[in-house]
């Protein structure tokens, strides 16, 4: 099994480095393709971090380079991908340019679901009691259906919430082991003021 270079891009927050990435890839079967992520900490090269991330292979998709930059995109089009602004450092496959379109598409799809959940999420209950009780509801970007607020428990840590449709459990608190729809809700945050 062969691992072919894809790109590697560095990651700087206030114009200082704090990781490398790489990104290595090989087929797996006909019908998947693995991408090997790897990031360095550029303070401690021994703080590496690592993932291996499946896709399945589309139909009729015969260039491979088309495909990768894709995938870079999708990687790209969620906050919580890097530590930092990418730039890009080097790849046989694509150039900077490549690099920096893909980035700026992948920052296109999180305005987008932002905005497409910003305005799904005006009218739903839970989002707009969380505004009322000053929870700070705000979209995440990986979804036009997902949410997160403070926790009403007053630590550092988030609700999630899901606006998906009026069920029952609209929120959940994995800290805390709490979830339920506005109602439960409600209780939690009126016991947390007594």
Known sequence: MEHKHFVTFEQEIMSFPCYETELTYWYNSKEELVVFRTDRN????????EEFIVYPLIAGHTNETNMLKEILTGIFSYSDSCYGWPYFIKSELITADEFNEARNQGLEIIKENKNKAKEKGKDHPVIRY???????????????DSWKANCPSG???????????PSSHNWGCGYCKKKGGLEELKQWVETKKS
């Open 130 to 144: 969380c505004l009322e009780k000053k929870l700070q509801p705000e979209p995440e970007d990986h979804s036009p």
């Open 42 to 49: 550029a303070i401690d090269k021994s703080v590496v971090n």
């Open 155 to 165: 630590r550092q840590h988030h609700i999630m919430i899901s606006i998906s449709s």
